[in-house]
């Protein structure tokens, strides 16, 4: 790994160069995940939610929009000061410093617990202690994330094949690596799987910004950097359709109950 590669399991300051492009070309959420949060997960208006690893905002916007109370923990300063700045003035917003694994909430006092795109982050161990101790008797845990396609499109193949040569740690810290076993270690009960496909249309200042938002890719400061947008450059001007290409993406939502151990 390049000696100036972020460290794989310390996420706290790996996006704080990032955020400006992750606010403006990260995905969000489709409705359906949301109308999915609320026919299957419970969450409504008189829900307390804690959503982990908030980021920017973009998991507890959809959640604000559904109308319930959310507590947003994050611990990076730059990510959470972005979300601050988003939502001042919402007052059913509330931004907490803190990590997952020690969230400073009240026992008992969560109805439902929401993780996004950071989960591969968390130790699950601690966590699910975590959140086994926050959450109200009969709380539910979703957990959700985009999922680009690596495939499907001479794009998006293209597009893999960039992250694997130039990616510092690509492959170390892809949210891919949450796979079954560990959803079900975490769990440790019946969990259930829901999958919504978006895509994101952009040009070629919108996949540049899309790719930088990424932890995993060299800085400025890093010699790779360079050739790095020089080869997107070349794979967007062969692949674009009218001066934009797609990302596809299905959004997963995993969801269930954090069985008494």
Not at 5 to 14: C, E, Q, S, V
Not at 58 to 84: F, Q, W
Not at 95 to 105: F, G, I, K, P, Q
Request: aromatic share 10%; charged share 25%.
């Amino acid at each position: 790994m390049p000696t100036n590669a972020p460290a794989p399991h310390d996420p706290t300051g790996r996006f704080s160069d990032r955020v400006a492009n992750y606010i403006a070309y990260r995905p969000g959420y489709p409705d359906a995940l949301g109308e999915a949060l609320q026919r299957e997960v419970g969450i409504s208006p008189a829900s307390a939610v804690a959503d982990i690893g908030s980021g920017t905002g973009i998991s507890t916007d959809l959640l604000l929009r559904l109308g319930c109370t959310v507590y947003a923990v994050e611990p990076n300063a730059a990510m959470r000061a972005a979300a601050e700045t988003r939502f001042a003035g919402e007052t059913r917003f509330h931004s907490v410093d803190a990590r997952a694994e020690s969230t400073t909430l009240p026992d008992a006092s969560i109805d439902a617990i929401t993780a996004g795109q950071a989960f591969h982050w968390f130790d699950l161990d601690q966590t699910r202690r975590e959140f086994a101790r926050i959450l109200k008797p009969g709380g539910r845990v979703a957990l959700y994330w985009n999922t680009r396609r690596d495939d499907g499109t001479p794009f998006l193949r293209a597009y893999e094949a960039l992250l694997l040569k130039f990616g510092t740690d690509y492959t170390q810290v892809d949210h891919r690596k949450v796979d079954d076993a560990k959803l079900a270690a975490f769990f440790r009960g019946p969990w259930e799987l829901r999958v919504f496909v978006q895509e994101q249309v952009l040009d070629l200042d919108g996949i540049r910004g899309r790719l930088l938002s990424s932890s995993y890719v060299p800085g400025p400061e890093n010699p790779r950097h360079q050739p790095m947008l020089e080869a997107l450059a070349r794979d967007f001007e062969t692949w674009q359709e009218d001066g934009h290409i797609r990302l596809i993406y299905d959004t997963e939502l995993f969801f269930g109950t954090l069985a008494q151990i």
